[in-house]
């Protein structure tokens, strides 16, 4: 399904503007509002935080370079409707932020999955964001820059991955604290792999009646989140 023989970085770098890349492959995308959809993922290298349950850790360091017209060229090697922008933390190299213009002036519908620590200022507004607010229970809670909360837009998503019952009441004050529901397109729960089961998150969601969204990450299902998918 996937193809991780991407091109190695060795053609001139044409426009100065480069970024280290852990992996670009084309799979079904996992979570998010356009689930189960054909999608083209562009893994970028590194990420400041170290949340307790990641499961992308062969992401924070190694990666090769690419120039942004290697990237955009490759991406549309595959002739995508849709393109993630993913890590590691996007955001913590600079040159993200022209890359997701770039690939929104290409056509795609571009998302970016960032895990909250780094600011939003700069994001191209055509972008549907995913905003990973980080709980308690990941360990990294402190690291939340809630000055993302005013820049966020109406298409973007709020996501938090859900450890236990704890992380469940924190996510629940979360949502009135700042009026997520209805700020933003969609709220979106994922009960941490290994951790919590997805029915007893259901279960919780129903009991309160909360409009959000629980999802099962597809990709671990289909995969066994194997690195390409
Ligand atoms: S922000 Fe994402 S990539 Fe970084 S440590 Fe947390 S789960 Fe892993």
């Known amino acids: 399904m996937s193809d991780l023989s991407f091109q190695s970085a060795d053609a001139t770098l044409?426009?100065?503007?480069?970024?280290?890349?852990?992996?670009m492959f084309y799979s079904l995308q996992g979570e998010t509002r356009?689930?189960?959809?054909?999608?083209?993922f562009v893994r970028l290298t590194g990420c400041p935080l170290r949340?307790?349950?990641?499961d992308t850790e062969y992401a924070f360091s190694g990666g090769e370079i690419f120039s942004l017209d290697q990237v955009v060229d490759q991406v549309a090697g595959w002739k995508p409707s849709y393109v993630t922008v993913t890590g590691g933390e996007p955001l913590a190299q600079p040159n993200c932020l022209p890359l997701l213009s770039r690939l929104c002036d290409a056509g795609y519908e571009v998302s970016l999955?960032?895990?909250?620590?780094?600011?939003?200022?700069?994001?191209?507004?055509?972008v549907v964001t995913?905003?990973?607010?980080?709980?308690?229970?990941?360990?990294e809670v402190a690291r939340n820059d809630y000055a993302n909360i005013p820049l966020l837009k109406p298409q973007d998503q709020v996501k938090f991955v859900i450890c236990g019952r704890a992380d469940y009441e924190w996510m629940r004050f979360k949502l009135e604290e700042y009026q997520?529901?209805?700020?933003?397109?969609?709220?979106?729960?994922?009960?941490s792999h290994g951790q919590l089961s997805g029915r007893e998150l259901a279960q919780w969601i129903l009991d309160d009646h909360l409009p959000v969204r629980l999802q099962l990450q597809l990709h671990k299902i289909l995969w066994d989140d194997e690195p390409g998918h």
């Open 130 to 139: 995913i905003l990973d607010l980080k709980t308690p229970d990941s360990g």
């Open 34 to 40: 356009t689930v189960g959809l054909p999608t083209v």
């Open 180 to 191: 997520l529901v209805g700020r933003v397109d969609e709220i979106l729960l994922s009960p």
């Open 51 to 54: 949340c307790v349950y990641c």
């Open 113 to 126: 999955e960032t895990g909250g620590a780094m600011s939003l200022e700069g994001v191209d507004e055509r």
């Open 14 to 23: 044409n426009d100065g503007k480069t970024l280290r890349i852990t992996e």
